[in-house]
């Protein structure tokens, strides 16, 4: 029996789940916003004492490493270094837009429309999305990733020969997306964000293939370097918004 727990902060979002073994999982699941940070911890322990389970008793712990809100991401890479060390825990590093394409894949709508190609992009803020593409197919569990995760302006992202594309850009950038190509509604899916289940599905599958690692090795994933403008930037931005 794999017992893991998964986290994620990387959004407005904080979110717990705890596994153990085949039983359905355990999700502690809110829009908090600023408030993950005196969230997490007491959820964290509220799931295992309702499990009646012990941290030390588990197998790993997971954690949704980015991209996303800059501070979001280290509260939750702090948050599992510290329970990590205390347990001689190993961890298991998920990128943020891996989880949201393992849930979306499980989503009726998306089986309905059976794409073999898709993208998730998100809001990254500061006018840009980050995005990826993926490859599924129904006879795997999970789907793959074609690259790596990108960070462009809307307009830049490459959406040839997707056939579904989801993500919160949808619904705040709309027609800057779809520059060059467009979708039918029944291939959009703007409402999907990340969850710790996302995050578990995937780390259930890492644990199996032995790719957990050592506390000392988990690292963000930011993609960008600069998470925000300069006041002189602000300004511009401002001005160009008024013309």
Excluded at 62 to 91: H, K, M
Excluded at 122 to 132: F, P
Aim: aromatic share 6%; net charge neutral; with cysteine.
């Amino acid at each position: 029996m794999t017992r893991l727990l998964a986290i994620d902060t990387s959004s407005a979002w904080c979110s717990v789940a705890l596994s153990l073994g085949d039983s359905a999982p355990q999700l502690r699941h809110e829009l908090v916003s600023a408030g993950a940070s005196q969230c997490l911890l007491p959820w964290i322990e509220n799931l295992l004492a309702q499990a009646n389970q012990q941290l030390s008793q588990l197998d790993a712990i997971a954690i949704g490493i980015g991209p996303g809100a800059f501070t979001g991401v280290r509260l939750g890479l702090a948050a599992v270094q510290g329970l990590a060390i205390a347990t001689n825990l190993p961890v298991l590093p998920v990128a943020s837009l891996d989880a949201i394409a393992a849930q979306l894949t499980k989503t009726p709508h998306f089986a309905k429309i059976k794409p073999t190609q898709f993208v998730i992009a998100v809001d990254a803020r500061m006018g840009e999305i980050y995005w990826a593409k993926y490859e599924f197919n129904s006879s795997t569990s999970l789907p793959l990733r074609i690259g790596n995760i990108q960070l462009s302006k809307p307009e830049e992202i490459d959406l040839r020969n997707i056939q579904y594309l989801a993500g919160s850009a949808i619904k705040e950038f709309g027609e800057r997306l779809f520059v060059n190509h467009s979708f039918p509604s029944e291939a959009l899916d703007p409402e999907i964000s990340i969850s710790a289940l996302g995050i578990l599905e995937l780390a259930q599958q890492m644990f199996k293939a032995g790719q957990q690692i050592s506390v000392n090795q988990l690292e963000p994933l930011y993609v960008r370097n600069k998470v925000a403008f300069t006041t002189n930037e602000r300004e511009i931005a401002f001005k160009k918004g008024t013309r």
